[in-house]
């Protein structure tokens, strides 16, 4: 079996069902009261549901 690469870029899929909560718009608008990029907020995020996660086991 091959192995897999790393790569140092990440898309996401929202599910429709989520959609009506407008995560992407939220993102922006909260990006740009932040001077953020929606980029930065997403990947701030994950590391934070990480650590938390993490934590418990």
Known sequence: MAK??????????VPQ???AE???ERLIRLGNKRDRSVNYLVVEAILEYLKRE???G
């Open 4 to 13: 897999k690469e790393i790569l140092d870029k990440l898309s996401i899929y």
């Open 17 to 19: 069902k989520k959609m």
């Open 22 to 24: 407008k995560p992407v």
């Open 54 to 56: 993490e934590k418990k």
